[in-house]
């Protein structure tokens, strides 16, 4: 296999897992599990000129992001590093032209985000979300530092992880990533944080 | 806890942060000796001053260049490696491997 | 009696005044057939065999701050000889068995323990390497085996077997592991070797090497210059500083390296336990407070200072190995700075300069090695530079030529 193909592991995936795990049973927070949704990632000089092409909005500045549509978020990690990820599970399509398009770029290497990371999505009141993020986080997410569209890569319950601030249709929600090997364990305690929120 | 100030990410936990190593020029791996190699690999002048070091910021996969001091612990400086390596450092490694080749 | 002491009280000089186990400090003489730079337990074990098997008695040992308040001063006294090469579990073994009759030697009780050291695997890999450590130890004629998970249950009941969600799936266990108390054995060490002769001076820093011609000729102090037959370098933490002064350049780097201890509890633990997938190893002191330390710092410095970082990861390592230490109050936490080589294996013997002898690298893991490094040392000097055979695959030359010894699985979070 020259080049692994999202489209293939898609449905495999989504047969084995939920794709709609959620929790909101102790908390005013609620989490949502959006691991099994599309996203692909890009590194390399050519690889802004090359989401540009794609007709893709691209944050002016590293640890920014950006809420294109329908919930399809563009991160911008560093100076010549981007994730496309999809919090909706509606972008499968684009994500894949992309990945396959990428193959012919120049520049543009594919960076494995899919595979290799969960993603969660918190959304509820803003200011319980900052107070339950300070006992797991020691970056400052209140809402005069962190503004919508920042990016924080740290460690987040002692693992690492990447968290932005966007929204979608007006409803700012908080994304999560981080590795996959953590993700039950990463869950958990999310989870547990949250539930002080009730 | 300790503070570094990340380049990328700005002041962190010193936790999150992974020493990388003093940045010395490596020796051409085609001429040098086995001392000389051996000297870069294992030998340190390993003394009490501002050293030029690697640092990995781990959550974000960020390598960067910081200069701090040995006893004081005191970090002086942190930059993007661009501000010392403005082009692609090859290291040959295939001719390398040529030389080794059995006789 | 209330009247003796009042009679103690009221004298002028006390009971044991004229009793004491060092001599007062002297001028420094001009001259010294062997000097000793660091006045740890490697620098008075030395001086000690040398006047004792030796009888080389014109011999300094130059000490910057006060004698063994350097890592023997810090260090957590594991003793033990099951490494995993061929090379450090016979130089290991041989120096637990002087320890074990270091008391009777100085008339003087180092507190010496022999309470057995258990490692703990969490993975199969691990108990390959601990086969196979078990096999080198037996061979040397070290007590060394593998045990399961219900023969450590059995060793230390109070043993939570699945630490951090990692069970416990079999157990080095070291017999003849041991620990002792410190601080005695470089008092006796340095008693016997002043009695023989042997001058201590304590405030005694080096400052520089005077080197003619390739050889070493003798040291600049903070009280003066003395030249010398021959110099033996016995600093630690400081082995890289020191060797410079002499136009060496070591494979060593310094990192600080942290242990703590908590308040007294009846006796619980008898062994010394430690799990490296933990980073974390854990033993009972005679006192009955609770000894524990882990890996080096995270990165390379010349500092004793503490941190939060290792203070938080060694207590929840701890506390996951023993569940009950969460209801203790921790009493200190100290750190020593550490040489540490890239195989954790000592640098040993010769030097490039002539009459000038190394003895460092001796990282996290150099209390154990005392006594065999100060007889082998000695011998090294008193026949005027053949390399013992015991200490000969420690030379630091063995970088240039790739033969590392390593030791560092067999090293890690055991010291
Ligand atoms: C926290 C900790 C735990 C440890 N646990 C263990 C363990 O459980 N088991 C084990 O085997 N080992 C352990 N070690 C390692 C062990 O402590 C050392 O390897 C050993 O003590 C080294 O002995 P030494 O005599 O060479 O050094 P030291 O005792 O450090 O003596 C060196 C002396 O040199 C002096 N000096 C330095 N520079 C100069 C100068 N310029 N002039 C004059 N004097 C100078 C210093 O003041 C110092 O007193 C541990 C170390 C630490 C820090």
């Not at chain 2, 690999?41 to 070091?53: A, G, H, K, L």
């Not at chain 3, 990692?166 to 005695?184: E, F, K, Y």
């Not at chain 3, 009459?355 to 011998?379: H, Q, R, V």
């Amino acid at each position: 296999m020259d080049f692994y193909n999202l489209s293939s592991a898609k449905s495999s995936r989504s047969s084995l897992l939920s794709l709609n795990k959620v929790d909101r049973s102790h908390s005013k927070l609620e989490v949502q599990d959006c691991t099994v949704y599309s996203r692909v990632g890009f590194r390399g000089v050519g690889a802004e000129a090359f989401l540009e092409s794609n007709g893709l909005p691209i944050p002016k500045l590293p640890n920014q992001s950006l809420s294109y549509k329908n919930g399809l978020i563009i991160l911008r990690l560093s100076k010549s590093e981007f994730w496309v990820v999809d919090t909706a599970n509606k972008h499968h399509a684009l994500i894949e032209a992309l990945e396959l398009s990428s193959k012919e770029a120049i520049n543009v290497y594919r960076l494995y985000c899919q595979h290799s990371h969960g993603c969660f999505l918190i959304t509820g009141d803003a200011d319980l979300t900052v107070k339950m993020f300070s006992k797991v986080c020691s970056v400052d997410l209140s809402q005069g530092v962190f503004a919508l569209g920042s990016i924080a890569q740290t460690s987040v319950a002692r693992t690492n992880a990447i968290v932005t601030k966007q929204s979608m249709d007006g409803v700012v929600f908080t994304l999560l990533l981080a590795d996959v090997a953590s993700t039950q364990y990463l869950w958990e305690a999310i989870e547990d944080a949250a539930s002080e929120f009730v | 806890m300790k503070i570094m100030n990340c380049p990328l990410n700005g002041p962190r936990n010193i936790s999150e942060f992974v020493y990388g190593g003093e940045v010395k020029a490596m020796p051409n791996i085609l001429t040098c000796t086995d001392r000389e190699w051996a000297d870069y690999v294992f030998y340190s002048e390993n003394t009490i001053r501002v050293i030029t070091e690697w640092w990995f910021h781990s959550p974000s996969g960020y390598w960067f260049i910081a200069e701090r001091h040995t006893a004081t612990d005191e970090i002086f400086k942190t930059y993007d490696p661009s501000e010392l390596f403005n082009q692609r450092i090859d290291f040959e490694a295939t001719s390398a491997l040529e030389a080794e080749k059995p006789v | 009696m209330p009247f003796s002491l009042l009679k103690y009280g009221l004298k002028n000089d006390y009971p044991f005044e004229n009793d004491i186990d060092l001599p007062l400090p002297t001028e420094l003489k001009k001259h010294y057939d062997v000097v000793i730079i660091g006045g740890g337990g490697h620098g008075v074990a030395t001086a000690f065999y040398l006047a004792k098997y030796h009888g080389i008695t014109n011999v300094a040992i130059l000490e910057k701050g006060y004698l063994g308040g350097g890592n023997t001063a810090r260090n957590t006294a594991v003793i033990r000889s099951n490494y995993l090469t061929s090379e450090g579990v016979r130089f290991y073994k041989e120096s637990v068995d002087m320890f074990k009759g270091l008391s009777n030697e100085f008339d003087f009780n180092i507190m010496y323990s022999s309470r057995g050291q258990l490692t703990l695997a969490h993975t199969d890999a691990t108990i390959r390497s601990f086969r196979q450590r078990a096999e080198v130890n037996t061979h040397f004629g070290g007590k060394t085996e593998l045990i399961d998970p219900q023969q450590i249950k059995e060793l230390v009941p109070t043993l939570n077997m699945n630490p951090a969600d990692m069970p416990v799936l079999a157990g080095l266990w070291h017999m003849d592991g041991a620990t002792a108390r410190h601080d005695a054995v470089a008092w006796g060490y340095a008693k016997g070797a002043t009695q023989r002769g042997v001058e201590l001076h304590q405030l005694t820093e080096v400052t520089d090497v005077i080197i003619e011609n390739g050889k070493a000729k003798g040291v600049k102090t903070n009280r003066g210059t003395v030249s010398c037959g021959c110099i033996i370098q016995a600093v630690a933490g400081h082995s890289s500083i020191v060797a410079a002064m002499a136009g060496i350049k070591m494979p060593i780097t310094t990192y600080p390296l942290q242990a703590m201890v908590t308040q007294p509890v009846k006796p619980f633990l008898d062994p010394l336990v430690s799990s490296s997938a933990l980073h974390c190893y854990v033993q009972q002191t005679g006192r009955g407070e609770i000894v524990f330390g882990g890996g080096s710092d995270p990165y390379p410095l010349y500092n004793t200072r503490s941190t939060l970082d290792l203070k938080e990861s060694l207590l929840a390592s701890a506390v996951e190995m023993f569940p009950f230490m969460a209801n203790l109050k921790l009493m200190r936490q100290w750190s020593g700075i550490t040489d540490m080589t890239s195989d954790y294996s000592p640098i040993m013997g010769l030097s490039p300069v002539e009459n000038y002898y190394l003895d460092a690298g001796w990282g996290t893991w150099g209390f154990k090695s005392t006594p065999i490094c100060g007889k082998s040392m000695a011998e090294l000097v008193a026949s005027g530079g053949k390399v013992p055979e015991i200490i000969a695959p420690f030379a630091m030359d063995r970088f240039d030529v790739f033969r590392q010894v390593n030791e560092m699985g067999a090293t890690a979070a055991s010291h």
